[in-house]
């Protein structure tokens, strides 16, 4: 498949001769530099400690929100194109980083930061407290979980939510499973040191978790972790936090200390960060120097490490942030690896072409439209499974009716000054009075379109002979009614259409 769509592809570029290069970590940064360098003619090797591809879209990301077939098939596509993905098999242990830098012509290191961060309280260490995205895991490959039915999760960020409604999934299906335990007896509380309004989560998880039953409590941050004698945990001692940003939006937490409450729980997870773990650096990657702890330091344009064919991509280049940053991190390090190994320096070059639309409509009243909002499955039905999918998707009608919505800004009208005849139709008829014809002179003193004037009318021009139509292009609906109101065919609607293609620099 690789070979075919390489043959497809016009570009200067000499391909490479399957030079082996190794990615660490089968997340969407490892997949998509695979993906680019099988395209680019190198033979990419994955190597993932886990037994399945995909990093924390199949091990995070909860099979509610994210179907796993549909992972599955992304990641059939790419093999499909000849990378090898080595599931099970953990750098550092079946195979040492070292030996990776001698087998491989390049490595990226795409290991993601799957290591649930710590908030240092006292009783944090022992039984019954988790790291939230540790659970996540366990939930998603089908371990057992060992938590309890009091359920306390620390953070307000969406990763939280996730923890919290996996939780609320899990027991609620356990306990329909097991005739001897009554439904109701659970209780998930998220607690998280912002305000409501102030909380990174997205509003609609807030919102879904609140239907579904989690307690949410803001403004409290964690003292202390209290254990009984045996050192089970019984609950998490919280103070009242008063802000958590100051002026210029720094975190920079401002506590009440007298007010305080005490959470009665079994089980703590704690949902406030993730951080990576590189531990196999220490046999053969002597020479990668960190920006700070478990951070490598990284050349911002080749994503390459201090050490001589080694670069890095995804979350442990930027830092935790989403699926399509880490896919856009992975194909930048798969182009510094290609230029790496083949010594070509290749650059994106940008295609714009015009098409022209004949008799362009658009749909009566689409201007107006309201969102259409997504169907979801109801709360009551939500915890019948864990990985029963909330977001239903639209029916092919709310699709067509969501999709008119668009304003389609790829379309603009293209006024030809050679055939107006300045009758002010178009101006008339636009409904959002973003055309405005002046004479030329009116202009004058605006540098930015003396260039254009100029190369338009060439040298010393009367202005007061010539006139402007002049288009805000922010409040331009794309309507076609200046087009179909020109008496001299002298607008048209064209569809701006951007290439990209790999050239050689
Ligand atoms: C719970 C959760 C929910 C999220 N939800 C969303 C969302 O809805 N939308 C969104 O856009 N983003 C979301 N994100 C963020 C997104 O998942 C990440 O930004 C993205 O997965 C990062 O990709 P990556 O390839 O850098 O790392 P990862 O996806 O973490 O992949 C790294 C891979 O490296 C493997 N690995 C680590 N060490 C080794 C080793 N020594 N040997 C072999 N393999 C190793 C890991 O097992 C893992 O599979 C979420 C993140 C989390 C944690
Ligand atoms: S397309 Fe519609 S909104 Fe845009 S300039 Fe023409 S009439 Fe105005
Ligand atoms: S309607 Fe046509 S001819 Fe009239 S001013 Fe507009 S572009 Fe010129």
């Known amino acids: 498949m690789a070979a075919l769509l390489r043959a497809a592809v016009r570009s200067d570029i000499r391909l490479g001769k399957g030079e082996p290069v190794a990615m660490v970590g089968a997340g969407p940064a490892g997949l998509a530099a695979a993906h680019d360098l099988a395209l680019l003619g190198l033979r990419p090797v994955v190597f993932e400690t886990e037994p399945v591809a995909a990093g924390m879209l199949a091990v995070g990301v909860p099979a509610y929100r994210l179907p796993r077939e549909l992972i599955r098939r992304e990641v059939?596509?790419?093999?499909?194109?000849?990378?090898?993905?080595?599931?099970n098999t953990t750098?550092?242990?079946?195979?040492s980083f070292a030996q990776l830098r001698r087998e491989f012509a390049a490595v990226i290191l795409a290991v993601g930061a799957k290591s649930s961060r710590a908030l240092g309280l006292p009783g944090e260490r022992g039984p019954g407290v988790y790291g939230g995205v540790d659970l996540l895991r366990a939930a998603a490959l089908g371990e057992p979980l060992n938590i309890g039915r009091d359920v306390v999760v620390i953070g307000g960020g969406n990763v939280a939510y996730d923890v919290a409604r996996t939780v609320l999934r899990q027991v609620a299906y356990d306990t329909a499973r097991t005739?001897?335990?009554?439904?109701g007896t659970w209780r998930v509380r998220l607690v998280s040191l912002e305000s409501l309004e102030e909380m990174p989560a997205d509003t609609i998880e807030i919102l879904e978790g609140d239907e579904e039953g989690i307690e949410r409590r803001n403004g409290w941050g964690p003292l202390e972790i209290q254990r009984s004698a045996d050192g089970r945990v019984q609950g998490v001692v919280f103070r009242r936090c008063l802000r958590v940003y100051d002026e210029q939006r720094r975190f920079a937490p401002v506590y009440e200390d007298s007010v305080r409450e005490t959470i009665p729980c079994d089980t703590v997870l704690l949902a406030i960060g993730q951080a990576p773990s590189l531990p196999f650096l220490d046999a053969g990657g002597e020479d990668i120097e960190m920006a700070r702890?478990?951070?490598?330091?990284?050349?911002p344009a080749t994503l390459a490490t201090t050490a001589p064919g080694v670069f890095v991509a995804g979350d442990l280049a930027h830092g935790t942030r989403l699926l399509i940053d880490a896919v856009a991190s992975g194909k930048a390090a798969a182009r510094s690896v290609f230029e790496y190994i083949t010594g070509q320096r290749i650059r994106s070059e940008i295609v714009e072409t015009h098409r022209v639309l004949e008799r362009y409509q658009r749909e009566r009243g689409y201007e107006a439209l309201r969102r259409v909002p997504a169907p979801a499955l109801p709360p009551e039905k939500r915890l019948e499974s864990p990985d029963a999918v909330v977001e239903l998707g639209y029916t092919r009608e709310q699709a067509v009716l969501e999709a008119s919505r668009c304003l389609d800004c790829g379309v603009s009208p293209v006024f030809d000054g050679a055939r107006c005849v300045l009758c002010g139709g178009c101006a008339d008829v636009c409904p959002t009075q973003c055309l405005k014809l002046v004479a030329l002179d009116s202009l004058s003193g605006r540098e930015d379109l003396a260039a254009a004037i100029e190369s338009l009318l060439g040298g010393e021009?009367?202005?007061?002979?010539?006139?402007?139509?002049?288009k805000d292009e922010q409040r331009c609906i794309r309507c076609a009614l200046c087009a179909m109101r020109c008496p001299a065919d002298a607008i048209t609607m064209e569809r701006v259409i951007f290439e990209s293609n790999w050239r050689r620099a």
């Open 76 to 87: 059939a596509v790419i093999e499909a194109l000849g990378v090898e993905i080595r599931c």
């Open 461 to 470: 021009p009367d202005l007061s002979e010539n006139s402007a139509i002049l």
């Open 293 to 299: 702890p478990g951070w490598p330091k990284v050349d």
């Open 91 to 95: 750098v550092g242990k079946e195979i």
């Open 179 to 183: 005739a001897a335990r009554l439904p």
